[in-house]
């Protein structure tokens, strides 16, 4: 596995798109800033709606009235951030690749959308018999509070891929070169 996503994102490193947001004095940085702001945006939204299901804030106003006003900020946020960070990606596709923090991102992602889609679905299905509680049912509140740690983690390891901690051209253990998917310096490990 990690030989092809290595090897795709030598392809995509090969494009003159990617070299040229990479290279531009000014384009990385403004996708770089909009993926921050996009991601306060949705974060923002995110956190209002999530202490509401969790009966931490906002308990006078009706969960689905909260849900349903901040929705819609808070998908476009998603959607902004969503094509920023793969530009963002598109733009430094072998070391982003080989980021252990990057796939620690994506795990954490996928989690975070299979929650956002349990957490949705069981609001929606229960919210007309609690909507108004100030504090809503056990299994909303977990929801909402591991929506909003599998998000700080998201935050947490994708500013850390910024830093080279555990980079390829590092001496590293076996396990973080496997991890981090650098091929080439495990098969120069001595077998």
Not at 27 to 33: F, G, K, M, V
Not at 55 to 68: D, I
Not at 112 to 135: C, K, P, Y
Not at 170 to 175: A, G, H, I, N, R
């Amino acid at each position: 596995m990690n030989d092809l996503l290595l090897g795709l994102a030598r392809w995509v490193d090969t494009q003159d798109w990617s070299t040229q947001i990479h290279e531009s004095i000014y384009l990385y940085s403004w996708i770089e800033t909009t993926h921050v702001l996009t991601l306060m945006l949705f974060l923002g939204m995110l956190v209002i709606i999530d202490l509401r299901m969790m009966g931490k804030s906002f308990t006078g106003v009706p969960a689905a009235q909260l849900a349903e006003r901040l929705n819609r900020p808070m998908v476009i946020g998603f959607v902004v951030m969503v094509v920023t960070g793969f530009l963002l990606y598109y733009a430094i596709p072998v070391r982003t690749t080989q980021s252990i923090w990057f796939r620690i991102k994506v795990v954490l992602l996928v989690a975070a959308g299979i929650n956002a889609w349990l957490f949705h679905r069981a609001m929606r299905d229960s919210v007309d018999t609690w909507g108004q509680d100030e504090v809503p049912p056990d299994r909303i509140r977990r929801g909402a509070a591991t929506s909003l740690t599998l998000w700080l983690g998201v935050v947490f390891t994708g500013r850390a891929i910024a830093y080279d901690w555990y980079d390829c051209h590092k001496p590293q253990s076996e396990f973080v070169y496997w991890a981090a998917g650098c091929v080439d310096e495990l098969a120069a490990l001595p077998q």
